[in-house]
């Protein structure tokens, strides 16, 4: 040991003293000049270092912060910091945990965290990182998109059809029209500059009209619901009322998107061929390109991970190109993903738990730093914004529970029914960032909706203990229900 000891402290010792001497040696050389080729190619230019001894010890720490990659990994640890903790706070208080990402997103933005401490906000969230901060995001969403649609049950919707296709339908008409209704007194004071009046209404529809079935869900299963015949007929109401409202939603886009009618016509002819090829080429072709031997093994293989990446992200660029927005095609992709060898559930725990943990987050953010609370100044704005909550449930749970009695089912289940249908959650949040992002909506009605989305995410809970309470109506002097 003393003999290796000796002989490797010997090499150290004469490599370092042999490299000390040629850097002694080669910093008297000329370096040489950058040639044409290089500068117009845009190469870097690397400074010398300072060896007078001029500046503070601590510049070179602050320029690696300024770095772009230094502040996007401040925020990300920011971001998925409160996240996390708002998260767990909200689950202790009995709401969904997406709720308190969705809080914390907005407490990160302007609306407090940039009142409160404007030099560390803008230290954080600096104008020129937004850009790869909204990217990132968007990979998020997409990737939960996919995961959305890979939790859809067709068959499950095909068992209860009746009222499934009755209440999600009336659940999205309803508050459609009243959507479309209010549009029409608040498009003057309260759409983006520049936006039609008919994008304008639209859009207002369909922020009425979403229900976050991936939330719905969650509640589901923590109340213990999920397989009793309100959970069943809840789950599949919720994935018909998505199919039906996302369909709407990239109908809208196509033609806010378009600048003619013509133009209009030849995107949605695109999304029709789009739609055809995924459903009765890529979906019944996807078995025999994953292999029997991939879908049965326990745990996905990196190329069957690669090839799912391949689907979503192709599906996810290809509506982009059309004009939709990327998150359908992932959604689609998701929908057509084959049940053998239940290899949906395993491709959700590994693609759910990375988007979830690391990228909604980033989302949640990104729209927080677009709500803006300061811009409800007054007690008209308030009013307004109440009014949109009031507009939004009453059409959404009211419309909903009515139908769902008209088919059968106890007031009390229809009522339950209803507050379910009426969550919103990060669903609509999507909705709304598209709907900002054309120019349709501005920064004034973003912030109504996104609060709008936000309470009426986290009146679900309460109003599902109220209304299973709720006794039926005594008729012809029966006595009520226990």
Not at 231 to 245: F, R, Y
Not at 372 to 391: N, P, S, T, Y
Request: hydrophobic content about 55%; overall charge positive.
């Amino acid at each position: 040991m003393k003999n290796s000891a000796l002989i490797y402290t010997l090499i150290l010792a004469f490599v370092g003293l042999g490299i000390f001497g040629v850097l002694h040696q080669g910093a008297s050389l000329q370096g040489p000049t950058a040639t044409a080729s290089e500068l117009a190619a845009g190469a870097p230019v690397v400074m010398k270092a300072n060896t007078a001894g001029n500046g503070s010890l601590w510049d070179g720490v602050r320029q690696h912060a300024n770095e772009p990659l230094s502040h996007l990994f401040v925020q990300m640890l920011v971001i998925i910091a409160a996240a996390r903790l708002m998260g767990g706070l909200f689950t202790r208080l009995g709401q969904p945990a997406v709720v308190g990402e969705m809080v914390a997103g907005i407490l990160l933005g302007p609306s407090l965290l940039g009142l409160l401490a404007p030099d560390f906000f803008a230290f954080v969230f600096p104008a020129t990182s937004l850009g790869t901060l909204k990217l990132l995001s968007q990979i998020g969403v997409c990737l939960f998109m996919f995961t959305v649609g890979m939790e859809l049950e067709v068959g499950k919707v095909k068992e209860r059809a009746h009222t499934a296709v009755l209440v999600s339908h009336a659940g999205i008409v309803i508050p459609y029209f009243l959507g479309v209704v209010l549009a029409y007194f608040l498009y003057e004071t309260l759409a983006r500059s520049g936006a039609g009046f008919t994008a304008f209404a639209l859009f207002m529809g369909i922020s009425m009209s979403i229900t976050a079935f991936p939330v719905l869900a969650r509640i589901l299963q923590d109340r213990g619901l999920t397989k009793t015949t309100l959970g069943s007929t809840a789950i599949t109401c919720a994935a018909v009322d998505d199919v039906t409202a996302w369909s709407i939603l990239a109908f809208v886009v196509a033609i806010a998107r378009s600048t003619s009618i013509a133009a209009s016509a030849f995107n949605l002819s695109l999304v029709v061929a789009f739609v055809t090829v995924m459903l009765y080429i890529v979906r019944p072709g996807l078995p025999r390109w994953i292999g029997q031997k991939n879908l049965e093994a326990e745990s996905p293989s990196r190329g069957l991970l690669a090839l799912t990446m391949c689907v979503v992200l192709g599906a996810a660029l290809t509506t982009e190109i059309i004009g939709i927005h990327a998150l359908f095609g992932a959604f689609l992709a998701g929908v057509i993903m084959p049940h053998a060898g239940n290899i949906r559930h395993k491709l959700s725990v590994r693609v759910e738990n990375f988007s979830t943990v690391l990228f909604l987050p980033l989302f949640f953010a990104f729209t927080g730093l677009r709500t803006q609370l300061g811009l409800l100044d007054d007690l008209r704005g308030w009013l307004i914004c109440l009014g949109i909550i009031a507009v939004a449930t009453v059409g959404k749970l009211g419309g909903s529970a009515v139908v769902a009695r008209m088919t059968g089912m106890s007031w009390r289940d229809s009522l339950q029914l209803g507050a379910l249908m009426n969550t919103r959650g990060l669903m609509e949040l999507i909705a709304l960032n598209i709907g900002y992002d054309l120019g349709i909506l501005s920064p004034q009605i973003f912030t109504m909706l996104v609060i709008m989305a936000l309470v009426t995410t986290m009146m679900t809970g309460p109003l599902l203990t109220l209304f299973g309470k709720k006794v039926e109506v005594p008729h012809r002097g029966i006595p009520a229900a226990p």
